[in-house]
């Protein structure tokens, strides 16, 4: 599955590349029938907030989701309901939470001069973007995540 989400999904298109998931963002000044092309030749799954949007997606045939939930635990909870996506969180399977770019692990030696030295004593495997160089690692942020990955897999547990 790839997708393609509607601009204010920010937040959700983060979460989506972590776990794996190729996404893009749509730009708030793409319009709609732009939109729906590279949605289509790419074969995307639109996800948007927007009723309409949803509706006209669905008239011409295109694969899209429509969330009214608000909180990304929430959204992914829906999403996972909907088309039981992945909530596996590994760094060797994860995109770029900027830039969607794929993430390959690294000696960490080679990126020394690129985090601060307590970053580098700290932690033993590093991860860089193929397309825009920034450099992951399992800190704070990924522990934030895995976090909120948790809740959204208790969330959906409950329910079974
Ligand atoms: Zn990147």
């Known amino acids: 599955m790839k997708f393609y989400v509607d601009a204010m ?11 794996g998931y190729d996404c893009l963002l749509r730009s708030n000044t793409q319009n709609t029938d732009d939109y729906f092309c590279k949605v289509i030749e790419e074969n995307r799954i639109i996800i948007t ?5 949803y509706n006209q997606a669905r008239k011409r045939d295109i694969k899209a989701i429509f969330i009214n939930k608000e909180g990304i635990v929430n959204i992914l909870c829906e999403l996972k309901r909907k088309i039981n996506i992945n909530l596996t969180c590994d760094p060797n399977n994860s995109r770029c939470s900027d830039c969607n770019g794929l993430l390959v692990k690294t000696d960490k030696n080679l990126i020394k001069k690129e985090v601060n030295s ?34 959204v897999k208790e969330c959906v547990g409950n329910e079974n």
């Open 9 to 19: 999904f920010g937040n959700l298109s983060r979460f989506l590349r972590v776990l």
């Open 118 to 151: 307590g970053t580098f004593e700290h932690f033993e495997e590093f991860w860089k973007c193929k397309s825009c160089g920034k450099i992951y690692w399992e800190g704070a942020h990924w522990a934030d995540i895995r976090r909120k990955i948790k809740q």
């Open 49 to 53: 907030r927007s009723r309409v949007l």
